[in-house]
């Protein structure tokens, strides 16, 4: 070891994680919760997945040895998160001038400060802020609690004194256990940040509305997310918001779809033994939904099946495909003719056959396992 690595590494002692991957998928379910709030997508997704990384790295570098600054990293990851919620509860106009002053570092937003704000206001935000002050609270005393090792309060907090030989007897198991508590405590804290945007990862987990509703670009938190990170208590609390109640009434009188035409919606699956049944509901179906149903109905031996050849609104079937591949590369021989719109019958690819045609004014490629023929397709 040269006199550079060692002298940056005195008083340094990793440690190994072994629960990190458990609270990565954990992290995953937040950042792929894309919040529905119009004029804020885009800035609520970069905020949202910045908290989340901010615990990853907090996580990287405990397990290296810098404690402090993992600390630092989770109240950053805190202070990330609560900082869109204060957006959001802002008209456009106050948010257009507090972000013209946040983009150009002048805007000084203070945690404290912004949840004192928002508890305040009479919004949709305040309300929630209001009947989760519980948990409001407990992320308050989180960041307090991190504030202290952050600002050296206490000898166990020198690296000099907390890594000194003498006192390893005390270390690691309790620390790495401490750590975790921290952690899962600032997730909880981001999980209440993120339902402050808009019902639809609680809302959701109710079927009465899944069934009532579109396509969102995000789905309900998996119900082991729920029961580790809110209690039984928190969802009643949260189902008596003004946000939460808005968005119930507003869905529970649309037309309540059976389980065939939720799973073609919501999953882009189709069952052959069902089609009868979701074109019974062909009025919540979109002129290209309907046309697949037509065309599944025609060929009966089709797997997969792609409006304008593309990934983006892909259908499969109940028909087993032989193909282990989904969608087309540039290796495939037909995948300029695709671009292109060019029709073709029974390509040969991966084990299955590919065509492509026109049908109601739109392109579609298909899957399928048997031949058709071109008289087939008038």
């Known amino acids: ?153 206490g000898l166990s907090t020198f690296y000099v004194v907390r890594n000194n030989v003498l006192n390893q007897f005390f270390k690691n198991e309790n620390d790495n256990e401490e750590f975790k508590k921290i952690v899962i405590g600032s997730i909880k804290g981001l999980t209440l940040f993120r339902i402050c945007l808009d019902p639809l990862p609680i809302l959701l987990r109710d079927t009465k509305i899944y069934n009532r509703t579109p396509v969102f670009m995000t789905d309900s938190f998996p119900e082991y997310f729920i029961n580790k990170y809110l209690t039984a208590y928190d969802i009643k609390k949260y189902q008596s918001t003004k946000i939460y109640e808005d968005a119930y009434i507003q869905f529970i009188d649309n037309v309540e779809m059976n389980s065939s035409t939720v799973s073609f919606i919501k999953d882009s699956y189709v069952d052959y033994k069902c089609i009868d049944l979701i074109l019974n509901q062909k009025d919540l179906l979109s002129d290209t939904q309907i046309a697949v149903l037509k065309i599944l109905e025609k060929f009966r031996c089709v797997t997969k099946i792609y409006p304008d050849g593309q990934m983006l609104e892909m259908y499969f079937t109940s028909l087993k495909s032989t193909n282990p591949t989904w969608g087309f590369s540039e290796k495939n021989e037909f995948f300029d003719d695709i671009l292109r719109n060019k029709e073709f019958l029974n390509v040969l690819s991966n084990n299955v056959y590919i065509s492509s045609f026109f049908f109601k004014k ?11 023929e071109n008289k087939d397709l008038d």
């Open 1 to 153: 070891m040269s006199f550079i690595e060692y002298y940056e590494s005195r008083h340094i002692i990793p440690t190994k994680i072994e629960w990190k991957e458990e609270i990565y998928q954990d992290l995953i379910v937040l950042e792929q919760s894309l919040v529905s709030i119009d004029g804020l997508f885009q800035l609520s997704t970069a905020f949202l997945q910045e908290a989340v990384k901010m615990i990853v790295n907090a996580i990287v570098l405990f397990e290296k040895g810098y404690y402090d600054s993992a600390y630092y990293s989770i109240r950053q990851s805190l202070e990330v998160a609560v900082s869109i919620v204060f957006f959001a509860s802002k008209s456009e106009d106050q948010r257009n001038k507090i972000l013209t002053k946040w983009k150009q570092k002048e805007s000084n937003l203070m945690y404290a400060r912004m949840l004192k704000e928002m508890g305040e206001k009479v919004t949709l935000v305040s309300d929630v802020i209001i009947k989760m002050q519980h948990l409001i609270d407990e992320t308050k005393t989180l960041k307090k609690k991190l504030d202290k090792e952050i600002h050296k309060e």
């Open 362 to 372: 739109r392109y579609f490629v298909i899957e399928h396992l048997k031949m058709i």
